[in-house]
């Protein structure tokens, strides 16, 4: 299909919609299903949710929370035979991304009212093709804010002055290096006499927070960034390198002496990770990682839990080998269903979140940074730690799929077993130090192999993508670049 009959399409698809409803939406009260799956936020949305129908009397809005891997599959069923929300948000687990609700053709063209006026009250670089625009076509806009890295590590601070980790003037002291971070989980565990420990993670969650376990590596030498980052795929060479390079194994060596130390919260693979946070808050084990949205969620499940601190992930030595990476600000988290019987009121619900005004307030709640920088001077509090958390030990990288846009065709699914099994094999004592040349050699292949297929599958119908255009050998990770030639 042509570049003109994809637009075409596209705006007879919104046509009908508006058109074959109408007679529906004049002068009757409309309700809204709004889905998410920020499950930590859920009473900002809420909030957000109330101001709406204030300022909207005639619209009501149902709201669905579901968390992680959960989500992706409630909002695939619905699209696939059952009932369909309004506006929701872009899955984040399982694989599924705009491109694919874009194909599936479950998220409704914007461009009726995403003009361009609109458009530029979002900072420079907001829509993308292939980021949040397809065929010249806005389907999404960015909500968070540019901030590198969106996860801290957060510090029970009574724990730590209970281990006496604690300088001269009573100071907490933070730890900047794998192996200060193993020291201080044991030191917990010993001086508690085994009855709190170093470091928690809610594992039952699945494969996501046994991710964010490691994202230490990623300011230690090993410059993930792209549309594979998440995976620690090296945007430069095009590869991933779990065995070429050596600081994975480093960061699973040190996994593996703190469960042999045990400095690791037992418990961590029976808790979710929302369930896990009012324990760390309770004092039973002294550091967890978690995101910039934390502060809000302690807020609401133990709002007189305010003896934390929030610092930058520790990394395998002071200086750091790599950053955490930020690109221009095009991103994707709200959509409209293409199924919605009311586009007007849905656009209205859709522009309202995504309006300056609501990310002002929505800082106000205690989240994080939204899309516009300047946001980042309403944080206050704990929020405004994690805030100042996001932007350090970080480098401007380009929007690698802006560069190449046929890198959207590439369904990625990560082999089996993933890294992610063997960070909870290390936990539960099934992976030993000198398992790991073996494993970490049949990851690297194995996600290198399943790159491959998944760029084969995508040339067979019919993209021009290649596994040489997922390497940027001009980028250089140690300086700030927004854009390559």
Known sequence: MSYSKKLTAAAALTATLLLGTAHQQAGRPVTL?????RIASSESFEKEIREFERQNPGIKVEITPTSGAQYTQVVNLAFRGG??????????????GLKDL????????????????????????????????????VYSAPFAGGGANYLALYINNKVFRDAGLVDASGKIRVPRTWAEQRQFARQIAERSGGKVYGMGFGAKQGDYVLNIQMQGVRASGAPTAGPLGYYFHNAKTGKFEFASNPVFRQWFE???DMKNDGSLY?????????????????????MYVN??????????????????????????????????????????????SSKTKYPEQAWKLFSFLNSRASANRWVGYGESVRVWPQTASLA????????????????VAPNFNALRPQLADVKFKEPTPNFEYYVLAAFNGQLKKQDLPK?????????????????DTARKNGSKVTLADFAFPDWDPTKDQATLK
Do not use: C
Request: aromatic residues 12%; hydrophobic residues 40%.
């Open 33 to 37: 299903k709004l889905w998410h799956n």
């Open 83 to 96: 009932e369909t929300p309004d506006v929701f948000v872009v899955p984040t687990d399982g694989g599924v």
């Open 102 to 137: 874009v194909s599936n053709k479950w998220a409704l063209p914007l461009n009726k009212w995403a003009t361009p006026a609109w458009q530029r009250t979002f900072p420079a670089d907001s829509f993308v093709e292939g980021v949040n625009v397809y065929d010249g076509n």
């Open 254 to 256: 040190t996994w593996i």
């Open 266 to 286: 037992p418990q961590s693979s029976v808790y979710n990770d929302e369930q896990i946070r009012p324990i760390f808050a309770s004092g039973a084990f002294g």
């Open 291 to 336: 995101g910039n949205w934390l502060p809000a969620s302690l807020a609401q499940t133990n709002p007189d839990f305010t003896d934390y601190t929030v610092v930058t992930m520790p990394q395998a030595k002071t200086q750091p080998g790599s950053y955490y990476y930020r690109g221009v600000p095009a991103g994707a988290e709200l959509v409209i």
């Open 380 to 395: 206050k509090g704990k929020a405004g730690e994690a805030a100042k958390v996001g932007v350090q030990v970080n480098k």
């Open 439 to 455: 494993v970490l050699k049949d990851l690297e292949d194995s996600y290198n192999a399943a790159l491959a297929d998944a760029v």
